[in-house]
C-alpha cells in the first residue's frame, strides 16, 4: 500500500520517466534548525560503512508527515503480516 506525504494529496504524484527504485538498508538522519537531511543507501557484511546513494532534504513539518505516513504504514504492514523482528 503506498502513502503520500504532502498538502494537496487529491491528485495522484507525476513521476519522471527518469524515476528508479533503489534498494536501501542502511540509513542516516540530520537536521539542523531549519530541515532534516535522510541519507539511504546500501551496506552490507564485511565493509566498514554503507554507501550513501539518495540524500532527501526536507522540512521538520514534511519529516513528522513522513514519520507518521511511515508509523501508519508499519502498523497495516504487522495487521495484515504479523509483528516486524530483527534485523530486516
Known sequence: MRRRVGDDMRR???????????????????????????DFGEAYAGTATGVCHTRVV???????AL?????????????????IGGEG
Not at 29 to 34: Q, R
Not at 58 to 64: D, G, L, M
Not at 67 to 83: I, M, P, R, T, W
Open 67 to 83: 514519520l507518521e505516513v511511515l508509523k501508519k504504514s508499519v502498523a497495516d504492514y504487522q495487521a495484515k503480516f504479523g509483528a
Open 58 to 64: 526536507t522540512s521538520p513539518v514534511y519529516a513528522v
Open 12 to 38: 495522484p504524484p507525476k513521476r519522471s520517466p527518469d524515476t528508479k527504485g533503489s534498494y536501501a538498508n542502511y540509513f542516516e538522519v540530520g537536521h539542523t534548525a531549519f530541515e532534516f537531511v535522510l
